[in-house]
């Protein structure tokens, strides 16, 4: 089934919404590359869930609304956004940056929540442990480091870019420079608060991952309380993407086992 | 017209081969690369060529700023226009710099240029700029709030120079409770303030209002850019209600004259091209981070994919006026030709570019001032300022 397109205005922001499927929610958040495409993963994962992708204030069809300087802006719109769809029990799943904003809003409030996925996040820093300079990438070597498989890098660069295509990833770069340039792609205080989250929480990781290397998974797990970490070999940046698979299955596990 | 010469300060000995294991002369080209010893000599040279200027009559020297990279070694320029400030005697001293969105606390700004114009009795042009996009990456800083932060600080300095103290100063970036600057700028209400672009509207409109008047210098572009820009910054200010004359309107070029066209060619061919493939090359993400320019420009330079980073030649950069070489008359024609056409009242040139050595420099120094200068100054005599060409 295909999902359905809205547009939902929420805190003065007119936002774009693919949903589709039935069951307990699942509010997924997009990484800094946008979500302007419904993709495989997320038609599976409709097959189980009631799964709502918007796009993100600044990102694609979304507007850019004044009020949004960080990603703790970005933490309460989505705060305003499960009010808003009157959203409870939601499966809070965020990849890359949107990990970022999902840990944001889970310390300030997780009283609709069921579980937390946080897939390759961004949102701490460990001394020593460099990410990518994504913004120094090339488009090719942006390609070659978000994949393991190099095949799936070719098959990402094979694609031609229109010119909405185009205007859509200048739009998304600026909202991550604005959110993520500096300090690069973290909140320095958030690792002192990441105890306040008191719903069950998966880490997930590619375990080659070169945006986010995957020694912040140990880091993110020994400040979440109870948090279990999972570490997908042969895999890079974005498992969702790359191990579909693997990635829906232990994430169906763990809601699963979540909801008993 | 009035003749300034403009120094970058290149790292002239640079190791020119080190492109085959780095891609670009900024930021990530290791600092190792710099020898103290050679540099401590640069430094010295350059000055004393700046001196030099000084002595035969420019109307003006000027310093810039770029940080981390091998093509200008003046990342704090107030260094340098400070050791000008005492040893030349008439020139005006042009800071273009300061890359405003790069600071913290932009005050440092209000307060170095007042202690250069109170040290120079007023010579002293203040320069404001974003700076090129590599810097946001050199220093951390957002590109993302680039013109925000630009528009803060430049509102913040002016204030500083213009409203008794202290004032407060409240922004999104920036709030001072103090703003109680001394030393007090010398000139009065403040010192020429000179906005260096690549060319953008924004920056134009910027520059043009009505209540800033700001010279507007079009840096290293095609002459067809330059009268491009040059003519909506005379349509910005009409609409503003006001006719913009020369004085407002500024460009900068690199520039060799020499004997003949022939020995101007071949003595600086190997240094323009050192300069345009050694010194200026970056790849496009170095140059454009996210948010540093409108999305509109960012569309055009995808869109254009090729052109930065793309191999250029002496004929190449001559054919669209980014480079000016010849005899002393075929410069002067040159000029005399852009100067009708387009009317600016500030030509910038950099008399040094790339590697080009001492001697060289020297003579194309001396020779500007002997047999160009002249000719141009005995016209302004002759003529009454016009406002800029339509």
Redesign the interface.
């Known amino acids: 089934m295909a999902p359905r397109e809205s547009f939902e205005t929420v805190a003065g922001c007119r936002t774009h919404v693919w949903r589709a499927g039935d069951g307990a929610s699942l509010l997924y958040l997009h990484g800094s590359n946008g979500a302007s495409v419904w993709l495989p993963f997320m038609q599976t994962l409709s097959e189980r869930f009631d799964v709502i992708v918007p796009e993100h204030p600044g990102y694609g069809l979304s507007d850019t609304p004044d009020w949004l300087d960080t990603v703790g802006d970005m933490a309460y719109f989505y705060l305003d956004f499960i009010d808003h769809f009157g959203l409870d029990r939601v499966h809070l799943v965020g990849g890359s940056l949107g990990g970022w904003i999902a840990a944001e809003m889970a310390v300030r409030d997780c009283s609709h929540v069921a579980s937390l996925t946080l897939v390759g996040s961004a949102g701490i820093h460990m001394k020593g442990v460099r990410k990518g300079d994504m913004f120094m990438w090339s488009p090719e070597e942006t390609a070659r480091n978000l994949f393991h498989d190099q095949a799936l890098a070719q098959k990402t660069l094979a694609v031609p870019m229109d010119e909405a295509a185009m205007l859509t990833m200048i739009k998304n770069r600026e909202t991550t420079a604005k959110l993520a340039w500096q300090p690069r792609f973290y909140n320095p205080d958030l690792h002192k608060w990441l105890h306040r989250i008191s719903v069950p929480t998966l880490l997930l990781w590619g375990a080659e991952d070169r945006l986010i290397p995957a020694a912040y998974g140990p880091a993110f797990k020994e400040l979440i309380p109870g948090a279990r970490l999972m570490t997908i070999e042969k895999c890079g940046h974005l498992p969702q993407v790359e191990k579909p698979d693997v990635f829906i299955s232990t994430l169906v596990g763990f809601t699963e086992e979540t909801a008993r | 017209m009035k003749f300034y010469f403009m120094h970058l300060m290149p790292y002239a000995d640079l190791d020119l081969d080190y492109d085959k294991k780095y891609n670009s002369a900024w930021v ?1 080209l290791p600092n190792s690369y710099y020898d103290p010893e050679k540099g401590h000599k640069l430094y010295n040279r350059y000055l004393d060529e700046l001196e030099l200027a000084d002595r035969l009559g420019f109307d003006g020297v000027c310093v810039n700023e770029h940080h981390q990279n091998a093509y200008g070694l003046m990342p704090i320029p107030a260094v340098t226009a400070g050791a000008l400030a005492r040893r030349t005697k008439q020139a005006k001293i042009a800071v273009l710099g300061r890359a405003l969105p790069l600071l913290n606390n932009p005050l440092v700004v209000a307060e170095e240029y007042a202690m250069l114009d109170n040290i120079t009795g007023g010579r002293l042009i203040a320069g404001f700029v974003r700076g090129i996009g590599a810097e ?2 050199a220093w ?6 680039s013109h925000e932060r630009f528009h803060e600080a430049h509102d913040l300095i002016v204030q500083a120079w213009t409203q008794p103290g202290p004032s407060v100063y409240e922004g999104k970036h920036y709030h001072f409770d103090y703003v109680n600057t001394w030393p007090r700028t010398y000139q009065q209400p403040h010192p020429p303030i000179w906005i260096p672009s690549q060319g953008s509207l924004e920056t134009i409109e910027f520059a043009a209002a009505a209540h800033h008047r700001y010279t507007y210098l079009q840096t290293f572009s095609p002459i067809t850019a330059l009268a491009r820009y040059m003519a909506m910054y005379k349509e910005v200010a009409e609409r503003n209600g006001y006719t913009a004359t020369e004085e407002q309107v500024g460009w900068s070029v690199p520039l060799y004259v020499a004997e003949t066209d022939e020995i101007a060619r071949r003595e600086a061919e190997p240094h323009i091209d050192a300069f345009l493939n050694k010194f200026l090359r970056m ?4 140059l454009l ?3 540093y320019t409108s ?1 509109r420009s ?2 055009g330079v ?2 254009a994919k090729s052109d930065i980073g793309g191999r250029q030649t002496i004929d190449d950069v001559a054919a669209k006026g980014m480079f000016i070489y010849g005899s002393p008359a075929t410069v002067r024609e040159k000029l005399e030709e852009y100067h009708k056409s387009i009317g600016f009242g500030h030509l910038l040139m950099l008399l040094q570019f790339g590697t080009l050595p001492a001697e060289l420099t020297r003579k194309n120094i001396e020779t500007f001032a002997a047999e160009v200068m002249p000719f141009f100054r005995e016209a302004r005599a002759r003529e009454p300022a016009r406002a800029v060409a339509r």
């Open positions: 990530t946001y990456h951390g800083a957002n590109p993302a709030n790849p496009r993400e170095m981070p996210p948010g999305v960012m569309m995808m869109k």
